[in-house]
T-cell receptor, first 114, second 118 residues
Framework: EAGVAQSPRYKIIEKRQSVAFWCNPI?????LYWYQQILGQGPKLLIQ????????DSQLPKDRFSAERLKGVDSTLKIQPAKLEDSAVYLC????????????FGPGTRLTVT | AQKVTQAQTEISVVEKEDVTLDCVYE???????LFWYKQPPSGELVFLIR??????QNEISGRYSWNFQKSTSSFNFTITASQVVDSAVYFC???????????????FGKGTKLSVIP
């Protein structure tokens, strides 16, 4: 069974530029999550989708971050404009709708903002 | 508010030694879930175990064992006879079942980096 796919794996941009990350969850997983993991810390949830609806985006900095999951499968996370403190690994995870506590994580996208 | 504390930032052991990773949590909910994840250098978080707050039985899976004690709000993880492949960052996490509206927000600790030296 294929795991959670993410791209790109690495991205370097300058501050004030825009960037987008892509996530393809495990087939059949209705729930999708985006986490931000700053170096030396544990992941922090940014947003949770159930199919194409947002369940929780309380920790998403909405002035610069946006996410969508239009068809209930793939998702994109965008940062516009990026700040230095956005340098982190962005992890995508997915789970079955009735097993939301069992999240499977992708390899992440490492973002460096210079 | 929920909180997870992993006081050990880094641990180094020699191969075949046993090692215990500590995890202390805070929550006001009576129903919650505790997790351990492994993050190898490749970056993916690998699910190891989930326990719910009503099940305090210790669990053993091969060389891994977990000790859940509600009285001390701890959920410690022991690796017996450590191997080089165990080298990774290990995260303890907490989810409150009552996060609301289907939200299953995981609150992670800062992680413990384990290095197993051959």
């Amino acid at each position: 069974e294929a795991g959670v796919a993410q791209s790109p794996r690495y991205k370097i941009i300058e501050k004030r530029q825009s960037v987008a990350f892509w996530c393809n969850p495990i087939s059949g997983h209705a729930t999708l999550y985006w986490y931000q993991q700053i170096l030396g810390q544990g992941p922090k949830l940014l947003i949770q989708f159930q199919n194409n609806g947002v369940v929780d985006d309380s920790q998403l900095p909405k002035d610069r971050f946006s996410a969508e999951r239009l068809k209930g499968v793939d998702s994109t996370l965008k940062i516009q404009p990026a700040k230095l403190e956005d340098s982190a690994v962005y992890l995508c995870a997915s789970s079955l709708e009735d097993r939301v506590y069992e999240q499977y994580f992708g390899p992440g996208t490492r973002l460096t903002v210079t | 508010a929920q909180k997870v504390t992993q006081a050990q930032t880094e641990i180094s052991v020699v191969e075949k030694e046993d090692v215990t990773l500590d995890c202390v949590y805070e929550t006001r909910d009576t129903t919650y879930y505790l997790f351990w994840y492994k993050q190898p250098p490749s970056g993916e978080l690998v699910f190891l175990i989930r326990r719910n707050s009503f099940d305090e039985q210790n669990e053993i899976s091969g060389r891994y064992s977990w000790n859940f004690q509600k009285s001390t709000s701890s959920f410690n993880f022991t690796i017996t006879a450590s191997q080089v492949v165990d080298s990774a960052v290990y995260f303890c996490a907490l989810s409150e079942a009552g996060s609301g509206a289907g939200s299953y927000q995981l609150t992670f600790g800062k992680g413990t980096k384990l290095s197993v030296i051959p």
